[in-house]
């Protein structure tokens, strides 16, 4: 059970918003996450003073300390619960920053990320460490103190007015559903731990996906057409191949079984979709799938790491492009369902973030 909330929805002026205070660092927990509990709340309380700590538990709360964080001019906010929760708040506070928002003009914090949630690919793309022992606080201690290696700028890919890591259509999209089914069916009791992470993904390709598709359709007529902007084809490994390609020119037409893109490496639980998404600065990757489902199986470790790159996958630097499935496909934003959709927009968002990076730090 969870502690009493802290004075996290209480959003009244404090000591920390005045302007002689010396910039503090904002924590912001999703009490809903399966990690949050009162221990973790526990922990932080001893090196986050209790005004710098937030609880959220609805949209409502995650807008209201997005306020609150930029009313009292935090440089850094950490946020716990995962890569929904991340986005979620990012979302937010680049919204309020943003042309219409209340705080029009005003920069957005740095980020942090503190390893509670389940996936946690952003958590793993800065190297954030885990909640055995004293990790999380040594985060938090250490931003703190300005004590972090370095910050990382990361860009953002917009679809439907939203922004994420990544967001695609097709077998990834299939991928997150079975993964969820797997977890409620078999992620009870002695088998938990192991089905609710990553060995859940794992099994939910292995055992749920693939067999699918081995006896249904995987591959369905799309075309991927090229924005306003110059693209590039990618070779095995991640070098540009034949020199830009010119806006509007279709990237791809033909059967696929997936079409997804990604301005970070990770999907979560170290699954390396993207490997080539951090070498252009202002582009996302773009991963076009045309591979059976046998080939997936019998390479899953390689896929897994980034290090498979057979003749049907397709990769691509763009900065926006419109996919065209023949039939609806499911659809996935940052790791979360959303529906089924025949086309979509990408495109790499005008505002980038900060995180903090603690790469090289154990």
Request: glycine share 12%.
């Amino acid at each position: 059970m969870l502690v009493q909330p802290l004075r996290s929805t209480d959003f009244r002026r404090s000591p920390s918003a005045l302007p002689s205070a010396e910039p503090k660092v904002a924590v912001m927990l999703n009490a809903n996450a399966r990690k949050v509990d009162a221990r973790v709340v526990k922990l932080l309380s001893h090196v986050v003073p209790e005004e710098d700590l937030f609880l959220s538990r609805s949209p409502l709360d995650a807008r209201r300390i997005a306020q609150t964080v930029l009313e009292r001019g935090y440089p850094t906010v950490f946020t716990g619960g995962g890569d929904g929760t991340f986005m979620g708040f990012v979302n937010e506070v680049l919204q309020q920053v943003g042309p219409r928002g209340k705080f029009a003009g005003q920069a957005a914090p740095r980020f942090g990320i503190l390893k509670l949630g389940t996936g946690n690919g952003i958590a793993a793309f800065v190297n954030a460490s885990s909640t055995r022992g004293d990790g999380i606080l040594n985060d938090v201690v250490r931003a703190r103190a300005a004590e972090f290696p370095s910050v990382r700028t990361m860009d953002l890919v917009q679809v439907d007015g939203q922004r994420a890591p990544f967001a695609g259509l097709g077998v990834d999209g299939k991928v997150l559903n079975d993964y969820i089914s797997v977890k409620e069916t078999l992620g009870k009791g002695m088998f938990k731990r192991v089905m609710s992470g990553g060995g859940g993904y794992f099994s939910a390709v292995a055992f749920k996906t693939v067999p699918h598709y081995l006896t249904s359709s995987v591959l369905v007529e799309c075309e991927v057409v090229n924005g306003a902007s110059e693209a590039y084809r990618l070779g095995a490994e991640g070098q540009e191949v034949g020199g830009p390609i010119a806006p509007g020119a279709v990237l791809f037409r033909g059967k696929l079984m997936m079409a997804a893109a990604g301005t970070m490496p990770f999907y979560g639980y170290g699954f390396r979709m993207f490997p080539y998404a951090n070498d252009r600065r202002g582009f996302m990757q773009l991963r076009l799938g045309q591979v059976s489902p046998t080939q997936v199986l019998a390479n899953l470790p390689r896929l897994w790491n980034g290090r498979w790159a057979p003749e049907g996958l397709h990769d691509f630097h763009a900065k926006d492009v419109t996919i065209r499935f023949a039939r609806p496909m499911p659809f996935q934003v940052g790791g979360d369902a959303a529906g089924y959709r025949e086309q979509l927009t990408l495109s790499v968002a005008s505002e980038s973030i900060e995180l903090l990076d603690f790469n090289g730090v154990q």
